[in-house]
């Protein structure tokens, strides 16, 4: 166990690091505002949430993903991505405080901290990549997001998750590696959509990992 806490002491630091600064503003936030203010409203960021509160009840009490109310009568859309309200409807099914949703992001958030640095250790060194988690656990967006009924901090995490997979695949040419992070990609995908443009990199690293293989063993591909 001792031996454990040794050989990832960077990774613990960070993860504690980035959660008692996120529960710190989680406390701010439930503290700060006027206690007239309901709990949900607290932790609306901007009309996004709103919106992403709306398709989870929808889904929960009416099977729909639609982002208005369901009394207008008016049909599914898919003006928001469903992977964020999917996650906020299976928290929704354990504990229906919203306060839960936020700390459980806080929790997510903290992972995908430990991931940034993992991710900068692997293409850089141990001291790059420890140097980008503090940036990313000390920036204020991430703070804000990650308290608040916004799906960034999900999104993040999936993104890093299918990036360290990619990596993986590069360093080992494991196709369970290049499944991995095309479903985590995907999932990204379904949650925030800003991730799509990610993929025409990873499709030009891929077809450069072959070439380059295809190079390294004179490979002629026939006419």
């Known amino acids: 166990m001792n031996d454990f806490f040794k050989k990832r002491r960077p990774e613990i630091i960070i993860f504690f690091i980035s959660l008692l600064l996120s529960m710190a503003v989680f406390y701010i936030r439930s503290a700060a505002l006027p206690q007239n203010v309901d709990d949900e409203t607290k932790f609306f960021y901007t009309s996004d949430s709103r919106d992403y509160f709306n398709v989870m009840k929808n889904f929960i009490e009416h099977r729909s993903l639609s982002t208005f109310p369901f009394s207008l009568g008016l049909p599914p859309d898919g003006f928001r991505p469903p992977g964020y309200p999917m996650f906020l409807a299976l928290l929704h099914y354990i504990n229906a405080d919203v306060r839960f949703y936020v700390i459980i992001q806080n929790i997510i958030s903290a992972f995908a901290s430990v991931l940034v640095y993992l991710i900068g250790k692997k293409v850089f060194s141990k001291k790059a990549g420890f140097l980008a988690a503090l940036l990313f656990v000390f920036e204020s ?4 997001t990650s308290n608040a009924i916004m799906s960034d901090a999900l999104a993040s ?8 997979a990619f990596l993986h695949f590069y360093k080992n040419k494991k196709i369970i590696y290049l499944a991995a992070s095309g479903i985590f990609l995907g999932l990204s995908t379904l ?3 800003a991730t799509q443009a990610v993929v025409f990199i990873f499709i ?3 077809f450069w990992l072959i070439g380059k293989e295809c190079a390294r063993k004179k490979f002629i591909l026939p006419k």
Not at 141 to 144: A, F, K, N, P, V
Not at 157 to 164: D, K, P, Y
């Open 204 to 206: 030009c690293s891929l």
């Open 141 to 144: 967006e991430r703070l804000h």
């Open 191 to 193: 949650t925030r959509p």
């Open 157 to 164: 995490f999936l993104f890093f998750i299918s990036l360290a």
